[in-house]
C-alpha cells in the first residue's frame, strides 16, 4: 500500500513570506496525490490534486504543488502567505478506492 | 461545497455506552468513508462503504460498526464506547472513480466525541 510522510510537524512563517511544505510518498507507479487544507474546528478542504500530466499543479487559494518522480516528492507551496493560512495542512495519497494521509503540517502565521 | 452533514456534532457519553454517529449526503456518491483524526495520527480510516449494504474495514475498525441501507446515509456505531475512542470523526465521500474523476474525497464538519 503507499503512504505519504510530512516531516515538518510545525512551521511557523512570517507573514507575506513564502510557505513550502514538505509530502514524500512511498513507490508507486502511478500516484495520485492530493493536498487537503484544515482550519481550526473545521473540515478537510481540497486545495489541489496530481494523477497525470503537468508536474505542477495549481490549487485555490493561490497554492501550487509539483510533483518530482525521482524525489518521490509532492511539496506545497505559497509565494505569499496570508494570516488566514494558519491551518493544518495534510498530503494524500490514492490506496485503491480510499486515501492514506500523513500526520499533517501546521502552519502558524506571524505578523 | 458538498452536501454532507454529520450528527451530532458535539457528544459527550459515558464509557460503556453505545454511541450511533450519522453522515448524511445529497451529493449520490457512491463512496463513504469514516474516519478519526487523533494528534500527531492525521486521518485513520475506520471502515468505508463502496455501496448500499457494502462496507469493508479501514485500519482501525476495532471496536467499531457500520451500515448503510440507504446511498445518502451512513452510520457509525461504538458498540460499548471507551476512552480511547475519545476523537474528532470525519464523514467522506467519493464518486466512482472515471470519467475524469481522480478518487478526490469531500469532507463533512465533524463530530467531536469524549468518552468520559
Known amino acids: 500500500a503507499q503512504s505519504v510522510t510530512q516531516p515538518d510537524i510545525h512551521i511557523t512563517v512570517s507573514e507575506g513570506a513564502s510557505l513550502e511544505l514538505r509530502c514524500n510518498y512511498s513507490?508507486?507507479?502511478?500516484?495520485?496525490l492530493f493536498w487537503y487544507v484544515q482550519s481550526p474546528g473545521q473540515g478537510l478542504q481540497l486545495l489541489l490534486k496530481?494523477?497525470?500530466?503537468?508536474?505542477l499543479v495549481q490549487g485555490i487559494k493561490g497554492f501550487e504543488a509539483e510533483f518530482k518522480r525521482s524525489q518521490s516528492s509532492f511539496n506545497l507551496r505559497k509565494p505569499s502567505v496570508h494570516w488566514s493560512d494558519a491551518a493544518e495542512y495534510f498530503c494524500?495519497?490514492?490506496?485503491?478506492?480510499?486515501?492514506?494521509f500523513g500526520a499533517g503540517t501546521t502552519v502558524t502565521v506571524r505578523a | 461545497d458538498a452536501g454532507i452533514t454529520q450528527s451530532p456534532r458535539h457528544k459527550v457519553t459515558e464509557t460503556g455506552t453505545p454511541v450511533t454517529l450519522r453522515c448524511h449526503q445529497t451529493?449520490?456518491?457512491?463512496?463513504m468513508y469514516w474516519y478519526r483524526q487523533d494528534p500527531g495520527h492525521g486521518l485513520r480510516l475506520i471502515h468505508y462503504?463502496?455501496?448500499?449494504?457494502?462496507?469493508d474495514k479501514g485500519e482501525v475498525s476495532d471496536g467499531y460498526s457500520v451500515s448503510r441501507s440507504k446511498t445518502e446515509d451512513f452510520l457509525l456505531t461504538l458498540e460499548s464506547a471507551t476512552s480511547s475512542q475519545t476523537s474528532v470523526y470525519f464523514c467522506?465521500?467519493?464518486?466512482?472513480?472515471?470519467?475524469?474523476?481522480?478518487?478526490?474525497?469531500?469532507f463533512g464538519p465533524g463530530t467531536r466525541l469524549t468518552v468520559t
Open positions: 467522506a465521500i467519493s464518486e466512482f472513480p472515471g470519467g475524469g474523476s481522480s478518487y478526490e474525497q469531500y
Open positions: 494524500a495519497v490514492r490506496n485503491d478506492y480510499k486515501l492514506s
Open positions: 496530481y494523477f497525470s500530466g503537468d508536474t
Open positions: 462503504s463502496y455501496g448500499v449494504k457494502d462496507t
Open positions: 451529493e449520490n456518491h457512491r463512496y
Open positions: 513507490y508507486g507507479a502511478t500516484p495520485y
